[in-house]
Structure formats: C-alpha cells, structure tokens
C-alpha cells in the first residue's frame, strides 16, 4: 500500500509560481511512476504531468508544456511540480497519483494510489 500526501498549494497571482511536494510511503515508490492530476471545478479531473521510476523520462499535458516541470526525489521519496507562470485556467485541485509501473502515461486508469488533493487558485 502506498500513500500520499500533497502540500504546496495556494493563492498566487497571474504570472507567479508555486511548487507542489507529494510525500509518499512505501518502500515501492522508487520504482512507480508517478504523476500529477488536476480538477477545476465542474470539470473531469485531467492529466498534467508524469515521471517515470527513474525521473529519466518525462510527460506534459500541452496546456503546461514549457512551464510546469516534474521530478522527483527517490531518497525523499517525494515527487515535485513546480509551476511557473501561471494563468487563471490553472486553478484546480492538483492529485499526485502513484502507479505500480515502472512507466505510466495520461490515461487515469494507469494510477493505482492517489492523494486527497492540494488546492491551488490563480488570481487575475
């Protein structure tokens, strides 16, 4: 069984930057992937970004391409996303999301663990 517990979220204005942590525990997690979710309110939880077990490969959903970036520390056993210039659009609940591979993609059925969630709203 693995947990997860994210931190990191807020209030931050139009351009700023936030970084998100996702602790996790188990003795798996440094050969999981490992990825991040969002869901603004009223919408379907959508797919942000993940790391494979090794930190070696990395994935973007388009609408964060060039501005978040994903990585993680297996010693922490913790899984970063820093976001920088961030827009309104960003404003969801970010997930961090544990899968038993060591490779996973976009698709939400390819993560076995999930977070409660970390609340994050950019202001205009």
């Known amino acids: 069984q693995v947990q997860l517990v994210e931190s990191g979220g807020g209030l931050v204005q139009a351009g700023g930057s936030l970084r998100l942590s996702c602790a996790a525990s188990?003795?798996?997690?440094?050969?999981?992937?490992m990825g991040w979710f969002r869901q603004a309110p009223g919408k379907e939880r959508e797919f942000v970004a993940t790391?494979?077990?090794?930190?070696?490969?990395?994935y973007y959903a388009d609408s964060v391409k060039g501005r978040f970036t994903i990585s993680r520390d297996n010693a922490k056993n913790t899984v970063y996303l820093q976001m920088n210039s961030l827009k309104p659009e960003d404003t969801a609940v970010y997930y961090c999301?544990?899968?038993?591979?060591?490779?996973?993609?976009?698709?939400?059925?390819?993560?076995?663990?999930w977070g409660q969630g970390t609340q994050v709203t950019v202001s205009s």
């Open positions: 188990g003795r798996t997690f440094s050969t999981s992937a």
């Open positions: 790391i494979n077990w090794s930190g070696g490969h990395t």
């Open positions: 999301a544990a899968s038993r591979g060591l490779f996973a993609g976009s698709w939400y059925h390819e993560y076995d663990y």
